[in-house]
């Protein structure tokens, strides 16, 4: 099966780094996992002070953890959609009271709600606004602009401020240089996406101190193991290699957007993460096609409960990039389809 429905980079890493994250001591289990010297990496490679790491198993338990402090029992939660489905499961589960609020579309560009997000900070007061940016699964940016202006919102609203750049490496957008300014702010990012090495589970909060604190009495000791430290150290050692190789997907998702465009009633969307967004007639049918054929990929129409979301995720595909080994097969079945 050609993996192409969980937003995973099966081809990201090369032969070479993959035998460098396989390197460790097998000694090391006899031991609990030592975090000081992955924060330290971590916060280097993020351009802030390693206290201001706190290190999760993924970024889903971080989110899970800010939504049970600051939006469980009722309080209030602004949550722009369609967003990761991630958001609205947890924020359910922990009974928050969810203003969603629609992101709309302008011939074929997905725009950010900004002007009502606005509107709803200053009016709603909430506790927590939470935003995926880029957003899957559109694969559109916030523009800067527009962050700015939440940024300034949510401190004059009192708002805790939660940006998940899960695909960074792939966008380059980050609110991370406002951080020190920002004591509001937290940063969500992982090592699943732009450093391919989702099985690890290696995510990673960026706040101040006060949410460290709290965030700190909620999750567990010792959540990611050693293998999955010793992996996440051998590719920040080796940011440059892994770079250039993300570079070569982002050539590829290109190159098999373009492809796309040429079949007849597919609707791309731009992207700046590692899939594309795809909307076409028959989207149920084609992927349960693509299936048959060994190709998953994933429909929207799962992925928001909120009809405003529905609507603009109505037959469609998401689909990750291919390897360019896998790309002619790929789009052979869906010329054939």
Known sequence: MIPLDRNENYWLLDDELLSACKQYGTDALATYPHYDQLRSALASY???DASSIILTPGSDAAIQELARAYAGGGKKALLPVPTFYGYESVLERVGAHVIPVAYGEEEGVFRFPIEETCRLLTAERPDVLFLCNPNNPLGSPIPDADLERLRVATLESETLLVVDEAYYEYSGRTLIDTFNDSPNLV??????????????????????????????????PWPVAHTSVFAALALLERVAAVSARREETIREREHFSDELKKLPGFVVHPSETNFLLIHVDDAAQIAAKLASHGVAVATGDWMSRYPEAKKLLDSTLRIATPSPTDREQVLDILRNI
């Open 46 to 48: 993020a351009g802030v």
């Open 187 to 220: 940063i969500l990012r992982t090592m699943s996406k732009g450093f391919g090495i989702p099985g690890a589970r290696i995510g990673y909060c960026i706040a101040h101190a006060e949410v460290k604190e709290i965030l700190g009495k909620l999750m567990l």
